[in-house]
Structures are given as C-alpha cells and as structure tokens.
C-alpha cells in the first residue's frame, strides 16, 4: 500500500526489504536526484499513537546506520543527496485506512548521508 501510495506521487522504487546484519530498511526509492529512504509504519484501530510518529529516536539512529551500508554496497547513488521520509498506515475502528507521508521525517545528527 505505501509503495503504490509513494509512487502514485511520483517517486520512482529502487529496492523493497534491504536487510543487513545492521537491519532493514522498507523502501529505497527515488525523487529525482534524491535517494529516498522510507520507513513504513502500521497501526491497527487500537493505536493511541499514529503510525507516522513511532519512528523514535533509536529507530532513527538504527535506520541512519543501515542507509550508511547501503550506500557503502551501492556506490552508485553515492552523489545523491539522501532523505528519510515515514509513512505511517492506520485503521480506524470502521476499518477506513489513512496514509500520512512525513517527508524529511528526520536527518543524520552528523549529516554523514
């Protein structure tokens, strides 16, 4: 859902699942010159918390580090500039879904990317 949701508003996919001994990474993707790397996040209608915003600050840290080795195994994309977008799912209780994109959810506290 959030891969046909992020390219039906033009972003182009590279890779789906990237996993390493460093973690997973759920999409990497394009916006013309810019290497996208997006977190997807689901929450059921029990949540109190939106999907978007569980992405905390070990998350980041963790996500920021398997970027860093994708692009360490990708040279290819080693002049793009790099941004970390969430896209959060919920469901309400009448089982209506919602998309929220939080583009440039987060940055490198180094801007090492």
Not at 6 to 13: A, E, F, R, T, V
Not at 14 to 41: K, T
Request: glycine share 4%.
């Amino acid at each position: 859902m959030a891969l046909k949701f992020l390219k039906d508003n033009g972003l182009s996919p590279i890779q789906q699942n990237f996993r390493c001994r460093l973690g997973e990474l759920d999409l990497v993707m394009r916006d013309n010159n810019c290497l996208v790397i997006v977190e997807v996040r689901y929450r059921g209608n029990r949540s109190l918390v939106p999907a978007g915003l569980t992405v905390d600050p070990r998350k980041q840290r963790k996500l920021i580090r398997t970027a860093a080795l994708y692009l360490a195994w990708n040279p290819r994309y080693a002049n793009h500039a790099v941004r970390f977008d969430v896209v959060g799912i919920d469901t309400n209780a009448e089982s209506k879904t919602s998309i929220e994109w939080i583009r440039d959810a987060f940055r490198p506290a180094d801007a090492s990317l």
